[in-house]
Nanobody, 126 residues
Framework: QVQLEESGGGLAQAGDSLKLSCVAS????????MGWFRQGPGKEREFVAS????????YYADSVKGRFTISRDIGKNTVYLQMDSLQPEDTAVYHC???????????????????WGQGTLVTVSA
């Protein structure tokens, strides 16, 4: 199966930036969409962003639109999440996810994706 490993989380102050990375290994397929979800303290996991197989379609939650940017490097089997203008409400464990059978446009309303990373913690102070 495909394994996902996130990195890049850490501590930040409001207004700062962080860039998360997620590397896929194992049985990878360039045609599969990838995305990011997050789970804050005491909250349910929520959709953040997704990207299609060739990177020309991206989708964002309203809460991060205009501040976060998702991108991918197909050759490196890596997806990124550039997070700018961080706010305390962005504090969460961020998980990378993928599924060969689900389009990027469906990630926002179909969170039952089959492959997940272990998560990387982002903490933002006021």
């Amino acid at each position: 199966q495909v394994q996902l490993e996130e990195s890049g989380g850490g501590l930040a102050q409001a207004g700062d930036s962080l860039k998360l990375s997620c590397v896929a290994s194992g049985r990878t397929h360039g045609s599969q969409s990838m995305g990011w979800f997050r789970q804050g303290p005491g909250k349910e996991r929520e959709f953040v962003a997704s990207i299609n197989w060739n990177g020309d379609e991206t989708y964002y939650a309203d809460s991060v639109k205009g501040r976060f940017t998702i991108s991918r490097d197909i050759g490196k089997n890596t997806v990124y999440l550039q997070m700018d203008s961080l706010q305390p409400e962005d504090t969460a464990v961020y998980h990378c996810t993928t599924d060969p059978a689900v389009a990027a446009s469906a990630f926002a309303y179909y969170p039952y994706l089959t492959i997940w990373g272990q998560g990387t913690l982002v903490t933002v102070s006021a």
